[in-house]
């Protein structure tokens, strides 16, 4: 029984958890052009939510902000998506030099 509870708590915190961090993101985005540090200061954040309630950042969160530095990606501003065909995947290096690579499907195909 108590064992229920708690399993059923720790999901609600899941959730609320993913929710804040679904706003983050938006807010990070919202305020990427006018406030660069405040919007890394949301993505900070958000992370830090998603490691305290053990969820995991949701992809919206890992398209929109760089993993290492919390900095919006702004094409062509601090970030350059380079494609790879071999692999079937983009790789995304952030001006702090960390890259993050997205694949196209689910998974690579092989010619
Ligand atoms: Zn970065």
């Known amino acids: 029984m108590k064992k229920d509870v708690q399993k059923k708590n720790r999901q609600n915190a899941k959730e609320a958890a993913l929710a804040s ?27 830090r939510i998603a490691q305290k309630a053990r ?34 995947s983009v790789v995304y290096i952030c001006a702090c030099g960390a890259k993050q690579r997205f694949y196209y499907g689910d998974m690579p195909k092989k010619a």
């Open 21 to 47: 961090i679904e706003m983050l993101v938006n807010l990070a985005k919202k305020e990427a052009a006018s406030d660069p540090a405040l919007a890394q200061e949301y993505g900070r954040i958000a992370f």
């Open 55 to 88: 969820c995991g950042v949701p992809k919206s969160f890992q398209v929109a902000i760089c993993k290492k530095c919390f900095s919006v990606r702004h094409f062509g501003k601090n970030t350059k998506a380079v494609p790879d065909t071999k692999r079937g």
